[in-house]
């Protein structure tokens, strides 16, 4: 039998189609690869020594399977100030003169004319109030209300940029901070101005709350006021300069303040989510042998000393302690307040506590990991992100890109996996070494 050789170009034609499909074929493989198999696909390239094309797999896998659980809201953005509600409710964020907020399932935003210098949200997020800058160091002040997407009128004049205030979250109250006193307005039917002059509803609020209520350690020393609007109308207030701040309750009525005996190390509180974050633990569909994900939260009921951490309870976490001997403490505060056992902490750049399992999302060089704060023990998950806050919508991540992204499902145990799979890898692979000589 003889072949004809009257078209080499059909010969090579064919051949390329035979690659085509072949490849196709692979991809669509690759597509149909059960988590076990390609797990099973990525440690055995690893055993033969093939290390970047495990890595690439890897990151190709975990890319996959974040476009497929996140929706970009802003691409090739730059956020600021990415905060969420101290109970968890609604998150929000600035960008340029945009106030953005989004809760369980919509997300809403509004031009305020002028760059947003900061802002902060009521307790649940029904309201917030904004500064925007005017001139010098001097900011204009706009009150949101996030539950009708509308702007509250009033006749505050500027404010100090420095000085962030705080409204009420039954919107009634506005609470702002001039000479080192902290003021009460009453917004009059929450809709209505906010009278400069006015007196509160109640005879028996105060109008004012004045510096002279304040401890003072170092008295040469400028000290500032930090508000967080907490309850209906309560405020915790961290009140000191650098490194040391003590911390005052204001229940919401009358003019007590109730002051907690340990000093800060930061005048910031980090909020706590009550969603439920755990990733899944089922094994994966075809697995033999239980996989690496990390263990669920134990539901026995828990010990005389673990509740002495407020894990259950709390409703915020602080810093406390001196440079190198930093310590989280939950706060948990109603009629009054009450804080827990100290646990020694690094400054994380980023934290939230997750209840459900007693365990805190924290960021670290642009990746994400739970942290264990009673064993220290770190897990990585399976995203990079620049910032990040988990709310009642899902976990809000701004990635490498600068992209804002909303990821509303669990993490799996094969993106565990996948993640503790890459951090076992060398650093260099081989392959690499051969080529640097």
Known sequence: ????????????????????????????????????????????????????????????????????????????????????????????????????????????????????????????????????????????????????NSRIQHNIGMLPCQNQPVISDDGQILYFIKDNNIHFHQIAGNATQLDLDGQIAHEAEPTVITQNQFSRKYKKLQYNIYLYQINQRGWLAFYGTGGYYQLYFYPGSGNKLIPEKTTFAKPALFTIFDGSTLTEVEPLATDKEPNNAPDPVDTKKPSRAKDSYLFASALAFAYSGGAGQRQLLALKFTDDIKRGTAMRSPVWPKLQFIRDREEFMILKNNELFYWNPLTQKKVLLPVIAHDFVLFAGGLLYRDINQNLNLRKKAFTPFEIQLVQIREGLPKESKDSQRLNE
């Not at 499909?21 to 988590?35: E, H, M």
């Not at 996140?70 to 964020?93: F, H, M």
């Open 1 to 148: 039998m003889m072949l004809s050789l009257r078209s080499p170009i059909s010969w090579i034609t064919s051949i390329r189609v035979v690659i085509h499909w072949t490849i196709l074929a692979l991809a669509i493989f690759r597509c149909t690869q059960t988590p076990t198999e390609s797990l099973t696909e990525i440690q055995t390239w690893i055993q033969e020594g093939k290390i970047e094309q495990a890595r690439q797999r890897i990151a190709e896998l975990l890319t996959t399977s974040n476009q497929e659980f996140s929706e970009t809201l802003i691409a090739r953005a730059k956020p600021v100030d990415l905060q969420v509600s101290l109970n968890g409710d609604l998150a929000a964020w600035s960008q340029g003169s945009q106030f953005h907020f989004h809760d369980a399932s919509l997300w809403q935003q509004m031009d305020l004319d002028k760059k947003i210098a900061s802002f902060q949200l009521s307790f649940s997020g029904k309201y917030a109030a904004v500064l925007v800058q005017n001139k010098d160091q001097l900011c204009d002040l706009e009150l949101i209300d996030t539950t009708s």
